[in-house]
């Protein structure tokens, strides 16, 4: 109905409204500006506007500027909201009745989500007949149909308007004029981003709270969460429609293929209606939903089902670790990167993660030109002697060197230096004394058996935010966890960091306690963080970093592994000591494969008896093949039997002593080989 005045009353009250609107209404400029240039009219100027974004975004509020703007220009308005309406041809035509017999109306139609049915109708019939100088906008959650900007004539007519989050000045200005002290925009804005419904309900929660309330502790009530899931994202056809909701606002972005793995054959169908829900967006890696729909599903589910919210977890996980080992290149950066996206979902985990609003940043190949940039920012932010050594690794593996570069310019703001090191490059040698720490500490604790290597994030480079949380930061952390699950005889990965105590609890939870290995280049020192890929494997690391995220293990002790890892002489001599002392309780529980693989991963929570069972099988197994049924004989009269001597053993089994000698040497050898394969088995 169009808006008329009913006498000094509602003149006041009219002027009151629009000085509050005036006040509150913030950003839009670019739209605004748009929709002046519509309300002029002119040759060339559009008569139709289509706006469209998600709920909660500002579309009524926008078209509710507009039209006051409309009235101060001294054009009459028609408002329709078609939550209002029948929707029906007859229905809207009887609701608009009133345009026809205005001059120069601007006709503002709101929710047309629910017309989308009568879009052609509304295109070819209804519109065509209104007056000429009629201005129209609609707006709706859904992008409205091709058809209009396709067309001759509408094509040159109407313009589209998407609109956004509000920019973050205009989301503080926003809390700001709803009286939200500074000291609490902060966290709110870190929740609502520049959503301008969430950004309303965050500013009136945190009005409503005790003036003792900590700003920094600031997290959406339950009532909150569930205002913006009605009015963000309203009902949802079927279970499987929101459990797929819910796996897209979980992982960090979302394919059919994801789908599939958790959801099953339904895959397709859900992925289709995902993809053209309005608060759902498109990227190269596959779908993401708006920041304040990812977080209100997320708290939700986690609030109201944790257990289902748990299984989800561990079947995206599983999904995520399969695609980053078989993906490589960029491809596998970003399958790395969605892989960390499961990390951060606890909270003290985002004190290590970039801003959001912080502009993006790319990896890149090192190239040669490249070189001069990479020893001048090394020394900006380490020093000559620090430039130096990347001069010394980039002559030695430039391969191991990826740059960071911003997405916007190009330029290069950063790199990382993983180098892979092998015992037999002059380990012993190295011009640098963080390498040389490397090797201190690996031949300390384990050193590398035949073919094995050592990884280390040597250099972790950034001009603008040295060793602290950057979009940089989180490319290295991809990087590295691409490297790990691709990596083949690794023996030990190091990282390298000048600020041990700031990252000691995150290197902890990654299972890379600190070594005592230290190491100093020109006058700043450096802490090694370390990991033993024989005691934890791959495998077995990803299930601890998972458990750990548990809300009572968030914060993982120091303790590193208990496995022992031995190098295969020393392996060989362990199994030698376990046969000789088998009838020696105290002395065979302090075998040193009591604390090997083969024991610390069986079955059994008693590791003597354990080590016992896989020695007896290793040793019978000899008795099955006729070849080695003598040397089977030699171990099981020396050892299992309780012999006193050697010649007592050889006259038991009736042979020369020398004999009994060649088979025994043999026995412990195949045993101590086939031990040796389990041990090392990947």
């Not at 670019?30 to 289509?50: C, H, K, Q, Y």
């Not at 130096?388 to 330029?411: A, Y």
């Not at 012993?428 to 058996?449: F, M, T």
């Not at 039997?641 to 195949?670: K, M, N, P």
Request: charged share 25%; net charge negative.
């Amino acid at each position: 109905m169009s808006e008329a005045n009913n006498g000094s009353n509602g003149e006041r009250m009219a002027d009151l409204l629009d000085i509050a609107h005036n006040r509150n209404f913030v950003g839009r400029v670019e739209e605004t500006n748009l929709f002046r240039t519509a309300l002029r009219g002119g040759p060339g100027e559009p008569v139709l506007l289509l706006v469209h974004g998600p709920g909660g975004i500002g579309k009524t509020t926008f078209l509710q500027h507009c039209a006051r703007l409309s009235r101060a220009a001294g054009r009459p308005v028609v408002w329709l909201d078609s939550r209002n309406i029948v929707p029906r041809p007859d229905a809207f035509a009887e609701a608009a009745a009133e345009v026809a017999t205005l001059t120069r109306p601007v006709l503002f139609v709101d929710t047309c989500e629910r017309l989308r049915d009568m879009q052609g109708w509304l295109r070819d019939s209804y519109l065509p007949r209104l007056p000429g100088g009629a201005l129209i906008v609609l707006a709706g959650r859904l992008p409205f149909e091709p058809q209009w900007q396709a067309g001759l004539g509408w094509g040159e007519l109407a313009r589209t308007i998407l609109l956004r989050d509000l920019a973050p000045g205009d989301a503080m200005a926003l809390l700001e004029r709803r009286g939200v002290d500074q000291d609490r925009r902060a966290p709110l804005h870190a929740f609502a981003g520049g959503h301008p419904l969430a950004l309303r309900l965050a500013a009136a929660v945190a009005l409503r709270a005790e003036s003792n309330h900590d700003p920094a502790t600031w997290a959406p009530t339950p009532e909150v969460v569930e205002t913006l899931l009605a009015e963000l994202i309203g009902e949802v056809p079927s279970t499987a429609h929101r459990r797929a909701l819910e796996i897209c606002a979980y992982a960090l972005t979302t394919t059919e293929g994801l789908l599939e793995a958790v959801l099953g054959e339904e895959a397709p169908q859900l992925f289709a209606w995902l993809r053209v829900l309005p608060f759902i967006e498109a990227g190269p890696d596959g779908l993401y939903p708006h920041d304040v729909v990812r977080d209100i599903l997320e708290r939700d589910l986690r609030w109201r089902n944790p257990e289902q919210c748990a299984a989800m977890d561990g079947a995206i996980r599983s999904h995520m670790i399969k695609r980053a080992r078989t993906v490589t290149g960029s491809d596998g950066l970003r399958a790395a990167a969605a892989f960390n996206h499961l990390q951060s979902k606890t909270d003290w985990v985002g004190r290590y993660l970039s801003d959001p609003m912080e502009p993006d940043v790319f990896e890149a190949t090192y190239a040669p030109a490249d070189r001069d940039t990479l020893l001048r920012i090394t020394e900006q932010v380490e020093g000559a002697e620090s430039a130096l050594l990347v001069d010394h690794w980039l002559r030695r593996q430039p391969e191991g060197f990826h740059v960071h570069r911003r997405s916007g310019t190009g330029e290069l703001i950063g790199f990382l230096g993983w180098l892979r090191l092998h015992p037999d490059e002059d380990a012993e040698n190295s011009p640098d004394p963080v390498v040389a720490a490397v090797w201190e500490h690996v031949a300390r604790h384990g050193p590398l058996r035949p073919g094995e290597h050592v990884a280390v994030a040597r250099f972790l480079i950034n001009s603008e935010a040295y060793q602290r949380p950057s979009r940089s930061w989180d490319l290295l952390n991809a990087r590295t966890v691409a490297e790990i699950l691709h990596a083949e005889r690794c023996g030990w990965t190091a990282t390298v960091l000048a600020d041990p105590d700031f990252w000691q609890p995150l290197m902890n939870y990654c299972d890379h306690p600190r070594s005592s290995a230290d190491a100093k280049v020109g006058d700043r020192s450096y802490a090694l963080f370390c990991h033993d890929w024989r005691a934890v494997r791959v495998d077995e690391w990803l299930e601890r970093i998972k458990d750990r995220l548990q809300p009572d293990r968030s914060r993982p002790s120091d303790a590193g592994a208990t496995l022992l890892v031995l190098s295969r002489a020393d392996f060989g001599d362990a199994v030698r000591h376990a046969l000789r002392s088998w009838h020696d309780d105290s002395e065979f529980a302090g075998t040193p494969l009591v604390r090997s693989r083969l024991v610390v991963t069986g079955k059994s929570d008693d590791l003597v008896r354990e080590l016992r069972g896989v020695l007896s099988s290793a040793v019978d197994a000899l008795s099955r093949n006729p070849r080695t049924a003598d040397v089977h004989a030699a171990l099981k009269v020396t050892f299992l039997d309780r012999t006193r001597t050697q010649e007592d053993a050889a006259r038991r089994l009736a042979v020369s002593f020398s004999t009994y000698r060649r088979h025994l040497a043999r026995g412990l050898e195949l045993v101590s080989e086939r031990l040796w394969e389990l041990e090392t088995r990947a």
